[in-house]
Structures are given as structure tokens and as C-alpha cells.
């Protein structure tokens, strides 16, 4: 059975950093995205970073530069390593994964919900 568990987040301070891990079970597809996106009560969902099995990363301009995602080699888990956080960075963060049937951030904002994990809140403050 396909399915996402999250790992990490919590609080951190301005200029802080924070992981993020996602173990990912089933999902076998050939040509798969798998990434993180991020929602705040009241708005739509943010695509963050994504990464296919070729190993080819996308990123939201808003993190470019600060975030980085990785996937082990048997692509069973990615990590979002997030540095220089602010605290537009507050949200709760979503495992997501599916076929690219668009492109992977794309894949990341349209997904279903079965496709996410449980979702883990980040929260930035001083």
C-alpha cells in the first residue's frame, strides 16, 4: 500500500535551520515526483521542492537558495534540509508523491489526498 511518513519539523528561530524526512513506502511507479508542499490555513497549497527518479530537483523561487531535497539511493526516503529559515516559512509541511503526470511541482500542488503524508508543522519565530 502506497504511503508517506513524515519525520521533523518543529520550531525554530529566524535564521535557523530545520529537516525534514520522509519515508516513503510503495509509490513504485517508473517516472515518479516526490517532494514537499506547504499549506496555511486559508491558502492554497505552495509547492516547495521536488525531486523525480532521475534525480532532477525543482524548487520554489521563495526557498531556492535556502532549502535543499535529497533522496537516499534506493529512493525510499527524501529530506528537505531548510536553512536560513523565516518566518514566512511557517506552515505545515506535506509529504507528496505520484506519477509525473505534470510537472513534479506541479505534481505537488495537485495530488489528491491520498497522496500526502500526515504533514508536519514547521513554525518560525524569535
Known amino acids: 500500500q502506497d504511503r508517506l511518513v513524515e519525520s521533523g519539523g518543529g520550531a525554530a528561530e529566524p535564521g535557523g535551520s530545520l529537516t525534514l524526512s520522509c519515508e516513503i513506502f510503495?509509490?513504485?511507479?517508473?517516472?515518479?515526483?516526490v517532494g514537499w508542499f506547504r499549506q496555511v490555513p486559508g491558502k492554497e497549497r505552495e509547492g516547495v521542492a521536488a525531486?523525480?527518479?532521475?534525480?532532477?530537483?525543482t524548487y520554489a523561487d521563495s526557498v531556492r537558495g535556502r532549502f535543499t531535497i535529497s533522496q537516499n539511493n534506493a529512493q525510499t526516503m527524501i529530506s528537505l534540509q531548510m536553512n536560513s529559515l523565516n518566518v514566512e516559512d511557517t506552515a505545515m509541511y506535506y509529504c507528496?508523491?505520484?506519477?509525473?503526470?505534470?510537472?513534479?511541482?506541479?505534481?505537488?500542488?495537485?495530488?489528491?489526498?491520498?497522496?500526502w503524508g500526515q504533514g508536519t508543522q514547521v513554525t518560525v519565530r524569535s
Open positions: 507528496a508523491a505520484d506519477s509525473n503526470y505534470v510537472p513534479c511541482m506541479v505534481v505537488m500542488t495537485t495530488t489528491p489526498r491520498r497522496n
Open positions: 510503495g509509490y513504485i511507479y517508473k517516472n515518479r515526483c
Open positions: 525531486i523525480d527518479r532521475q534525480g532532477k530537483v
